[in-house]
């Protein structure tokens, strides 16, 4: 395992992460032993995250501070728009999210709760180690999607629904891709050799940067403005109108590498 292979800080130099730890571990064992959780947790946690943006599009309709971030120009999309994907999102996490990590927490993975939490430099080498591989694994699944017409038909079309996306499609794609990325992070993160703490904290930042990558805002502080290893949602963005380049979704230098990188 890579992340603990690679780091051995001293453990006790983070008594907020072990407090948050201890009493995680303490009060809801049996909760997170639920095979429910996982799909429970990314269904709620995407669309909490993506509540931020719900608000701004609504206010770009009154607010032209509000429209002059906003990418493309034109209005923010409808609440019907809101709606109707918010919709087939529940239908597809029900059907088949849902049922599909049940099963995987049930028949393939017995989730482990060490009594030691990660330090602070042990949480963020993590965190980055599988964003890093999650960022590459991701670029080669999305690339063949493109290169080849039966996987872009069958798998990948119906996220290309959107020209111009908003924060709740990052997730509107067919069910086959929705299980696809959720198995690229969760192998990330089985590869890095996470602690469950790190995990979790991969798990939230993924889903966050994923809603920012389709917000259609480009907004003053943007993660991409200070990272300019980062391509943001403009350079999503620029994947969705264009149905090509920009396959990886959060760092540049793999589309830069293989001359599919479009500022
Ligand atoms: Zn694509
Ligand atoms: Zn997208």
């Not at 006790?12 to 992460?17: E, F, I, S």
Request: charged fraction near 10%; charge should be neutral; proline fraction near 7%.
């Amino acid at each position: 395992m890579l992340g603990t292979a690679v780091i051995n800080p001293p453990p006790t130099d983070a008594p907020v992460l072990q407090g948050l730890w201890d009493s995680v571990r303490a009060g809801q064992e049996q909760l997170l032993l639920s095979p429910y959780l996982p799909a429970s947790c990314a269904f709620l946690m995407h669309v909490t995250l993506c509540a931020p943006f719900l608000v701004l599009d609504v206010l770009g309709s009154v607010c032209q501070r509000v429209r002059s971030w906003r990418i493309e120009a034109g209005s923010p999309p409808s609440l019907r728009r809101w709606y109707d994907c918010f919709g087939r999102l529940l239908y597809r996490y029900l059907t088949t999210v849902l049922p599909a990590t049940a099963l995987f927490q049930t028949a393939l993975r017995s989730p482990t709760f060490p009594v030691q939490a990660p330090s602070c430099w042990q949480l963020f080498v993590q965190v980055f180690a599988c964003f890093l591989l999650f960022d590459a694994l991701f670029f080669i699944w999305h690339l063949s999607m493109h290169r080849f017409s039966w996987l872009y038909r069958k798998i990948h079309q119906h996220h290309h629904q959107h020209h111009i996306p908003f924060a709740l499609a990052a997730q509107d794609a067919s069910s086959a891709e929705l299980l696809s990325q959720l198995l690229l992070a969760l192998t990330s993160a089985w590869v890095v050799g996470c602690h469950p703490l790190s995990e979790v904290v991969f798990h939230i930042l993924n889903t966050w940067l994923a809603v920012e990558d389709h917000c259609g805002y480009n907004l003053p502080w943007a993660l991409h403005r200070l990272l300019p290893c980062m391509g943001g949602a403009p350079y999503h963005q620029a994947h969705h109108s264009l149905h090509s380049g920009n396959y990886a979704p959060y760092f540049t230098h793999w589309d830069k590498l293989f001359g599919t990188y479009y500022s």
